[in-house]
């Protein structure tokens, strides 16, 4: 397999090859890296969750979900999908390695595109086009462990 699980959590490329890893990270505070970003309308499957985004200020980032209304502490704070961004005036790119769900040896690496605008970030959806995913910033109520990817 191309990929390992880390104890911390999520699928971690053996060989990362995220192409925006290779760009210089020029930190922009358009994007608050001591928040999460949650969706506001996206259910996970028949799970009652939502995905969130955590941006670090070192240009990682990961995806992961939670119970609706769940409050994350630094114990169920983990990360499903890592990956990197790049924020360019109010556009935001974020790149995310993926282990198919139903096929673990199918993987890959997803560029998702979207707007910052003040507390929330719209994305492009992969699913359906013309529609927006909207994130907005909640606050944590901890500090998060360094990205390690």
Known sequence: MSFYHHPKGGFRPKKPDFSLAKEPFVFSDIIDTLAIYTDIEQKVGDLKSVSYIKFYNNGRCFVSIKSIGQELS????????????RVVNNKVTIETFIVDPLNRFDTKYIIDK????DDTIFLESRFIEGKKDVY??????????????
Do not use: A, T
């Open 114 to 117: 979207g707007i910052v605008k």
């Open 74 to 85: 630094s114990d169920s704070f983990r990360p499903l999908d890592v990956g990197y961004y």
């Open 136 to 149: 907005v910033k909640q606050k944590l109520n901890f500090s998060p462990e360094p990205s390690d990817w």
